[in-house]
């Protein structure tokens, strides 16, 4: 086990160091001049004197070759610094680490709601008698998979916010202004699980220990949720992981529309000013972020199923397919 | 209350002409914010006769901006929106009167030009302070000047007027002297804008990102009481301000308690908050959306933004632009008019020079400008640009086929691109991003650039054309460019006029502009809201601006 933890963490590392590395080059790559759009104060045409923009090069250091640039970058975030704003001149981590709050307030109440609500619809779909009324609610998954957030976001602001003015539009203050930017950001998240949950859920129930169940006279109740939601969980548990990564992907889209404060919108505003540095410190953040929930996810496998073992062994590189895939467990 | 109402210099706002275009909410929500349905012309009586009647103090104002520029020094920004509230935390050494381009005294009460334009003294008023209470004096406006050029790149807009500056001498307590190393004659002008707006000596001492995080100590009728990046940015009014410019209304402390800039990118939400009422007024909705604002409870003002208008700026060091007969023939070929029409909203208007009609010594040339099709052809015939097989017209083998590289919205260009197609030109349009189109403009890589440029000063088209300055179209010396640089140095209005619109002529005869629309800034408010307004430049004026709920709020 120990060995396991240390070789995801090596990997957390590589992913870390990767995903700096390819942020670093693409962003350097594009076709600007970080100079003239820091003097040109994100506005208009500016016309500076070459003299001073070469000035600002070399104060920012952007003078210097590429690697060199990259070496100083790379040992200067091995100690936590990334660097200040082109923009601002704050410290770049110190920007991220005013925002993310709010996004992890939002993506963190989605991230519930999506649990929540993908798994009562994916278990309503299975479980009336009524065939109908299991067909009707097996519609609604693709249905909010299909509908773009930017469009969900606007039909609630529009009918909840400025026809009944229920809720704010804009900001992020109290808890009343979170409510529509969580039932947006939710609403693909939670369709993807119930798409999932409700056809493994599907499958198990056909299964030969689902009979058994029935014939020892269990439940409608416990067949469905005590015995086959269980097992049915775990593909669904899987793509867990990877939808913490769409909900904070899908927090720039929703930020935007709220006109909310957090990760997302500083993402926008510093690639729109090519603000290298914050930009670097948001992919790095997300990365880990995606790090740290894939680790998770990967641990508590085991707590769902105990026939799931995580072990090192090289020539088997996910921990699942070490011993058993999820897919496979009611095989 | 220490305010002391004057007789309102400002006329009221330019109401939009009558138009049969209210938008009604759609039955679908949908649809409701992807349409601008229209229904019977709701004519409204003036709602901003506000300025007829009595301001009254206090209450609050909330305004939607797009952006965060992520910097609110008013020293350092240069963003719309950073501008619209920075502007409001300085007072300057003097004010310009919107309608006639005429500098008044703010800070200084009066001040002498030397005959080439190249040393100025100011005599301060001598009861103003800054927001903490420390004296304006002559030693705190050297501090500043010296500060901004110290700035450098980071100052571009400051430290572009300042450009020459030889140093300031303090004369005495309320005398100050700044002198150039060559004629400036911008500079006065220059001294009405924020950004050369003072803030107290200890600011200087401020880091450029303290000083971007709002914690500077301003001079003007409001002070930043809260900055939180990308959701707001709160005003508070400066208790005890009463030195309010000759181009205001009124001279007291600014009527409004606060003034709350909310950021809103996305622009139908912006519209959904000010009809919903959850805020006051915007100066950015999408075309689309401004005519359901005009009555209703909201009123609409509007202005030219002062400046070079949009232009597509021939970069003559390429092949094809390098021909005065295309760079002529284009201009010839684009029917500005139609552009307006067809694309743009009623706020704005064609081009009828390089610089927009509010702009101070601006002259029409509207018989240069004339939509003139078959006098294109002709110059194009004449220079040897015969017709290919697809219409494209060709010359020793080559298309007459070039590009125009911008970032702005595409629909005047994809117009005019239509409209050149007529005429035999392929122009080819090139949209990127701002900074891929910083990088174009510095790289020279590029053969039509297009943008505008906001200044209330005619000295913005030597910035731009001089080829002693920027040299946009990347040429070498002419005539024009010693019109352009003795309009530098003329300190007699009468013959800088003459100077300003002979070289606007010649650049528009030569080709080496080609205008196409006046930019215009349009502020859309509720009915509560009264005396919002523009200042020269056409950047918002809070100072005067008044809510009708106030006094009880």
């Known amino acids: 086990m120990t060995r396991y ?45 070459p003299a001073q923009l070469a000035a600002l090069r ?63 619809v994916a278990v309503a779909s299975v479980f009336p008698r009524a065939r109908f009324l299991r067909q009707a609610l097996s519609a609604l998954p693709p249905l909010g998979v299909a509908l773009p957030t930017f469009f969900v976001g606007l039909v609630l602001l529009q009918w909840f916010s400025f026809r009944v003015p229920v809720f704010p539009a804009i900001g992020n203050e109290g808890a009343v202004s979170l409510v529509l930017p969580t039932i947006t950001l939710a609403v693909p998240a939670g369709a993807q699980l119930a798409q999932i949950l409700s056809r493994s859920l599907r499958g198990t129930l056909g299964e030969p220990y689902v009979e058994t169940a029935w014939a020892k006279g269990a439940s409608r109740t416990r067949v469905h949720l005590a015995h086959a ?17 769409g909900l904070l992907g899908g927090a720039v889209v929703t930020e935007t529309v709220f006109s909310r404060v957090g990760l997302g919108r500083l993402t926008v505003q510093s690639v729109n000013q090519q603000d290298v540095p914050v930009v670097l410190a948001v992919v790095v953040l997300s990365a880990l972020v995606f790090v740290v929930v894939t680790l998770v996810v990967d641990l508590v496998y085991p707590l769902l199923d105990p026939r799931i073992q995580l072990r090192a062994e090289r020539r088997s590189p996910s921990p699942r397919t070490a011993t058993l895939r999820p897919d496979e467990v009611t095989a | 209350m220490t305010t002391t109402p004057r007789t309102p210099r400002r006329p009221r706002p330019l109401r939009t002409p009558r138009r049969h275009a209210v938008g009604i909410a759609a039955a679908v929500s949908a649809a409701a914010l992807l349409l601008s349905a229209c229904s019977g012309g709701a004519d409204a009586a003036d709602p901003a006769a506000s300025d007829d009647a009595e301001p009254v103090a206090g209450g609050d104002l909330s305004f939607a901006i797009t952006v965060d520029s992520h910097c609110i020094d008013p020293q ?50 001598d009861d103003a302070t800054f927001a903490d209470g420390t004296p304006i004096d002559a030693a705190a406006v050297k501090t500043n000047f010296d500060a901004i050029v110290d700035l450098g790149a980071v100052a571009s807009l400051g430290s572009q007027y300042l450009v020459g500056y030889a140093g300031t001498t303090v004369v005495d307590e309320d005398t100050v002297r700044v002198d150039f190393d060559e004629p400036s004659a911008q500079f006065l002008q220059a001294t009405s804008t924020f950004s050369l707006g003072l803030l107290s000596p200890d600011s200087a001492k401020l880091s450029a990102e303290q000083r971007c995080a709002g914690e500077y100590v301003g001079s003007g009728p409001f002070a930043v009481k809260s900055y939180t990046q990308d959701q707001e940015i709160v005003l508070e009014k400066v208790k005890g301000y009463a030195w309010g410019s000759a181009a205001n209304a009124h001279t007291g ?23 919903s009422g959850q805020i006051d007024a915007t100066a950015a909705l999408n075309a689309v959306d401004v005519p359901q604002f005009d009555g209703n409870g909201f009123w609409l003002s509007y202005r030219a933004n002062p400046g070079v208008v949009f232009n597509l700026f021939p970069n003559e060091s390429s092949p094809l632009a390098s021909d005065e007969a295309v760079r002529t023939a284009i ?37 240069l400008l004339a939509y003139d099709p078959d006098g ?106 010693r019109l352009l640089d003795d309009s530098a140095a003329a300190t007699d209005p009468k013959q800088r006029q003459k100077l300003v619109t002979e070289a606007s002529r010649l650049l528009l005869e030569r080709g080496h502009a080609i205008p196409v629309y006046e930019l215009s800034t349009t502020i859309a408010a509720a009915d509560r809201v009264h005396g919002l307004g523009f200042e020269a430049s056409s950047r918002l004026d809070f100072y005067d601006a008044w809510v009708t709920d106030g006094a009880g709020a």
């Open chain 1, 229 to 245: 939601l269980r097992n049915a969980a775990i593909p669904a548990f899987t793509v867990l992981g990877v939808m913490v990564g």
């Open chain 1, 5 to 49: 933890l240390l070789r995801r963490v090596g990997q957390g590392i590589f992913v870390l160091w990767a995903a700096f590395t390819i942020a670093f080059f693409v962003l350097y790559l594009l076709p600007s001049d970080p100079a003239a759009l820091i003097a040109s104060g994100g506005g208009e045409v500016s016309q500076v004197d």
């Open chain 2, 76 to 125: 350092q920004v240069g963003n719309n929106d950073a501008i619209a509230a920075a502007r409001q935390t300085v007072a300057s050494l003097t004010a310009q009167d919107p309608e006639s381009g005429e500098i008044l005294p703010w800070l200084a009460e009066s001040w002498e030009v030397n005959d080439d334009a190249s040393s100025y003294t100011f005599h301060l008023r």
């Open chain 1, 58 to 120: 070399a104060e920012y250091g952007l003078d210097r070759p590429l690697l060199v640039q990259y070496g100083d970058a790379l040992l200067a975030a091995l100690t936590g610094d990334l660097g200040t704003s082109y923009v601002s001149g704050a410290s770049a981590t110190s920007m991220v680490a005013q925002a993310l709050p709010e996004t992890l307030k939002l993506t963190g109440a989605a991230l519930v709601l999506a649990v929540v609500g993908g798994t009562a």
């Open chain 2, 253 to 275: 402390e600014a009527y409004l308690d606060t003034v709350t800039f909310t950021v809103i990118p996305e622009a139908s939400v912006r519209t959904g908050s000010l009809q």
């Open chain 2, 331 to 367: 201009s010839k070929g684009i029917d500005r008019q139609q552009i307006v029409d067809t694309v743009l909203t009623p706020q704005d208007q064609p081009a009828t020079g390089v610089l927009s009609h509010s702009t101070p010594l601006f002259e029409g040339a509207d018989d």
């Open chain 2, 376 to 481: 294109a052809e002709k110059i194009l015939d004449d220079a040897g640009w015969v017709p290919g097989s697809d219409g494209i017209r060709e010359k020793d083998g080559r298309r007459l086929s070039t590009t125009v590289t911008f970032w702005q919205v595409p629909e005047p260009l994809e117009l005019v691109q239509q409209q050149l197609r007529q005429i035999g030109v392929d122009l080819q349009l090139k949209h990127v991003t701002v900074a891929e189109s910083e990088a174009a403009k510095e790289s020279g890589d590029f053969d039509f650039d297009y943008y505008n440029l906001t200044r209330s000063d005619a000295d913005v088209l030597r910035t731009i054309f001089s080829a002693n300055a920027r040299n946009i179209n990347q040429r070498d010396p002419e005539e024009v460019d």
